[in-house]
């Protein structure tokens, strides 16, 4: 069987000597897949050194594979906090507000692209199929392809693909394009996401059009699926019986005496619509003066990319929002809000997650949201919490029995709130069901065999010359997506 390469901007297998709850889910996920194909994790070490060498740091974690290689100060401050981090990171989540159109950051970005190409060269194998994450690593196939290699590429964005209104803001916007049709696969979160990428090409790139079930523009052909991410239901299901859990939630438990307890857990990100949310929580203590003292938000959200204006500023704003309300609010013996910028062991939060009667997730634009499917992965079947959930999140294309919220409004906010902390038994496990058979359905290891199924591919079809050219709509691609996916299933099935 052909080795897995996978690329991510930052390398993260668990590392048993930290303990497995340092490490998240999707991490860990990966690291089994390169444990069954026996491959290599490739990406930055996350160190900056005087000058770049191209020296690469091999270690083998818990029988995964790792290969790293550091970069000099200016290529991490134009790559990552430059082009990454507040050009494409803000772009993709709709905020043009927020967004440097510098050029120094593009040409940043290109270069650590051609310096991971021209390191990673050298550890790819004639059979290896490449797997390359995420919106830091864009460019990287078309650099590997320049070297020469004719592998086998995929490219998973885990961020949405924002319109195409969007997408034409930035400069180099069909180099960058451009540049995904050097992949083999490319995958996206969503329908939606995939549709807006399929708009672009349809309406930027003349003559592109759908052929064999791929997308043909920029003389090169790719496919492009949809193939939502999720998480190890399993493994958290685990994780919420350890001692860890247990105690957290006992504590917890104890700290919320004849109150709900609502959560959120977030990186502290713009996206995650953190001030909307307080702000909606506000608005729920406003209106509800009698639920005052019966309701506490717990808000974990450890910092950020800290290092970036934006995120210094947000932080700002949410220190003093949170001030105001809890000021506004608060008895001598109870905070309203609880502000906790600091990360926690994954056991320790399946507790928190355990022990809350609703969770707020509700980002102005994600991806997906693991966080959303954590929370329902780790309830109790006898007594489900509530997940409230933004209509922009991806994951709300699938938990459509979560209370699917509008971020902006804090009424909605409000109402939800309110609606969740009085939902009967039966309608909370009539909902709980629901999203469960999903998130354990769509799990993360279906999500990583569907991709890497899909990359590994099926046989070129022939005749490719005498096909009639398939109009260029969007509607016959949605339906490639589809077929891919079914076909994976099947493949799937078969294994199984
Ligand atoms: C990107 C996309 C997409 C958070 N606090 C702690 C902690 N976390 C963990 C959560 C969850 C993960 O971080 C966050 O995942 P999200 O999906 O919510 O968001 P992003 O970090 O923005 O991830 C997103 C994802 O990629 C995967 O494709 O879903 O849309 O933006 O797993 O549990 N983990 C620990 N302590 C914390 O305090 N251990």
């Known amino acids: 069987m052909s080795r897995l390469i996978v690329v991510s901007n930052r390398v993260n297998p668990p590392n048993p000597a930290e303990g497995e709850s340092s490490t998240g889910g999707l991490a860990m996920a990966l690291a089994a897949a390169l444990r069954e194909y026996s491959g290599i994790w490739f990406g930055w070490s996350g160190k900056t050194v005087p000058e770049f060498t191209g020296q690469l740091n091999m270690q083998r974690i818990d029988g995964v594979t790792v290969a790293t290689v550091d970069l000099e100060e200016t ?3 134009e790559y990552y906090n430059g082009y990454a981090n507040k050009t494409l990171w803000p772009l993709f989540h709709y905020r043009v507000d927020l967004t440097a159109y510098d050029r120094s950051f593009g040409q940043g970005y290109d270069r650590v692209n051609r310096l991971f190409a021209q390191t990673l060269l050298p550890l790819i194998e004639p059979d290896d199929i490449v797997w390359i994450h995420d919106y830091h690593l864009i460019p990287l196939a078309r650099e590997l392809r320049r070297l020469g290699v004719t592998n086998r590429i995929g490219f998973f964005l885990h961020i949405p693909w924002p319109a ?3 997408v034409v803001t930035l400069p180099r ?4 394009v451009e540049a995904l049709f050097d992949y083999d696969l490319i995958g996206f979160q ?4 995939l549709q807006a990428f399929e708009g672009y090409v349809f309406s930027e790139v003349e003559g592109a059009k759908t052929d064999r079930g791929g997308l043909v523009a920029f003389g090169k052909r790719a496919r492009a699926a949809a193939f939502p991410i999720g998480v190890d239901a399993q493994d958290f299901a685990r994780l919420v019986r350890s001692d860890a859990a247990r105690k957290v939630y006992d504590r917890m438990m104890a700290h919320s005496v004849f109150r709900k307890m609502v959560v959120g857990v977030d990186r502290l990100d713009y996206s995650k619509g953190l001030e909307e949310r307080v702000i909606g929580f506000e608005r729920f203590l ?8 019966e309701v506490m938000l717990l808000q974990i959200a450890p910092i950020s990319r800290d290092e970036v204006e934006a995120y210094q500023d947000l932080r700002g704003r949410l220190d003093g929002l949170i001030g105001r309300i809890n000021g506004a609010y608060a008895e001598m013996d109870f905070t309203p809000i609880r502000w906790v910028n600091r990360s926690y062991r994954r056991d320790e939060l399946a507790g928190v997650y355990r022990a809350s009667k609703a969770a707020l997730v509700t980002p102005l634009r994600d991806g997906m949201n693991l966080v959303a499917k954590e929370f329902v992965a780790a309830q109790d079947p006898e007594d489900p919490g509530v997940l409230i959930l933004s209509r922009f999140a991806g994951a709300a294309r699938q938990m459509k029995a979560a209370l699917i919220v509008n971020p902006n409004s804090p009424e909605e906010i409000s109402d939800a709130l309110e609606r969740a902390l009085s939902m009967d038994l039966v309608e909370r496990q009539r909902r709980w069901r629901d999203l469960f058979d999903n998130v354990q359905r769509e799990d993360v290891t279906a999500w990583r065999d569907d991709f890497v199924t899909a990359l590994r591919g099926e046989p070129e079809t022939p005749d490719a010359e005498d096909d009639e050219p398939t109009p260029s709509t969007v509607q016959s691609l949605d339906v490639t997506a589809k077929a ?3 076909r994976n299933a099947e493949a799937r099935e ?3």
């Open 75 to 77: 290529d991490y401050q």
């Open 286 to 293: 406003h209106d509800h003066p009698d639920l005052r003292r």
């Open 164 to 166: 195409h209104q969007l």
């Open 484 to 486: 891919l996916k079914a």
């Open 190 to 193: 969503t329908e939606e996401s």
């Open 494 to 496: 078969v294994r199984a």
């Open 173 to 176: 916007h069909r180099q960058l």
